[in-house]
């Protein structure tokens, strides 16, 4: 008889641990960017807080900490991620080859057409494999996410072909690619986080930098004097949603089922509001005084740049980067 009522103890006790363990996981969890709410970075972070929120019963918060809070630069907060003192980062893949080198690929100028071309390479077998990369540094790449096509902006001159831009000091991204391919162009180049560039432009200590429509957007960099803007679409920039390896596993597995499969949905969502808003929003930059070039000698960027995939392009093998380039 004792036995019996010893083993019914144990399995209610099972029974109550597993299911309070899996039904009450709570936690308050830290998203983390390094541009503003209204960027669609974060908008897409907002989505994926209240999904997260409503797909927990309230168990999980998911708290947002843009515009640098966190930290002054990309680089920075993906130190963060690995620490475990920030849970999720949305960031471009710029600054990521230190923790992830293979994830560099997709920084090279001129590797993509479009952003048909765009979604079938990040959502197909080379996009899973990169995010896979990721664990190795202790993280977990959840979805490609979107910053979008780059464009140079200066406060000096209007620039057509690279010969206008020749001696531009403009800022690129922590990202040596990025660095050997506007000094390969003839301008010339200094990489710098994120936080310190509108002070920078501001006090003319560089003459220009290079992000999507968005970015120039969001943080109003006519008011830092970036009034020539000049449509390159030079490089192509994922925005991976990065969570910290440590925090990643302490989920049950129903709960990282649902950040994986929350991520990938928000990602569809942020990739179209970013495009569906960039003409408005270059529209708007215009009113205020930005001067637009979009007859721009692509070409002569391509062909100047081109010199990356020859001093860079060893890290990876040609069939890489041509599985990449000839995607269809
Ligand atoms: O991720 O550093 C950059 O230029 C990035 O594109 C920007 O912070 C958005």
Redesign the pocket.
């Known amino acids: 008889m004792k036995k019996t009522i010893a083993f019914c103890f144990a399995v209610l006790a099972t029974i109550l641990w597993t299911g309070s363990a899996t039904a009450e996981h709570k936690a308050t969890l830290k998203l983390a ?3 503003a709410m209204d ?1 669609p ?1 974060m908008v897409g972070a907002q989505r994926f807080a209240d999904l997260i929120k409503e797909r927990t019963k309230g168990n999980i918060t998911v708290k947002l900490y843009p515009s640098g809070q966190l930290g002054k ?2 680089r920075e907060m993906t130190e963060g991620i690995q620490q475990g003192a920030i849970d999720l980062l ?3 893949t ?2 990521l080859g230190g923790f992830s080198p293979s994830i560099n690929i997709l920084d090279f100028p001129f590797l993509f057409r479009d952003f048909r071309h765009v979604d079938l390479v990040l959502d197909g077998a080379i996009g899973q494999r990169l995010l896979g990369d990721f664990e190795k540094a202790n993280i977990k790449g959840l979805a490609f996410w979107e ?1 979008g096509f ?1 464009h140079l902006t200066n406060s000096r001159r209007p620039v057509k072909s690279v010969e206008d831009g020749k001696g531009l000091k403009i ?4 990202n040596k690619v990025h660095l050997a391919a506007w000094k390969a162009a003839g301008f010339n180049p200094t990489p ?3 936080g310190e ?1 509108f002070t920078a432009l501001q006090q003319r200590v560089i003459d220009g ?4 429509i968005a ?1 120039l957007y969001s943080n109003k960099l006519w008011d830092a004097g970036q009034l020539h803007f000049s449509f390159t679409a030079h490089v192509y ?1 994922p ?1 991976p949603l990065l969570m910290s390896k440590k925090t990643f596993d302490t989920l049950p597995a129903p709960e990282r089922q649902l950040f994986l499969k929350t991520g990938s949905e928000v990602a569809k969502f942020q990739r179209k509001i970013n495009r569906d808003e960039e003409e408005a929003k270059l529209a708007e930059a215009a009113k205020r005084g930005v001067k637009v070039t979009r007859d721009v000698d692509r070409d002569g960027f391509r062909r100047a740049m081109a010199a990356v995939y020859g001093e860079f392009g060893g890290q990876f093998s040609r069939a890489e980067i041509d599985a990449i380039i000839n995607a269809k």
């Open positions: 960017s390094a541009l960027h970075y630069g990309e949305v960031s471009s710029g600054p910053n780059r800022r690129t991204m922590e710098m986080a994120w560039v930098q290079e992000n999507p970015v920039s925005a």
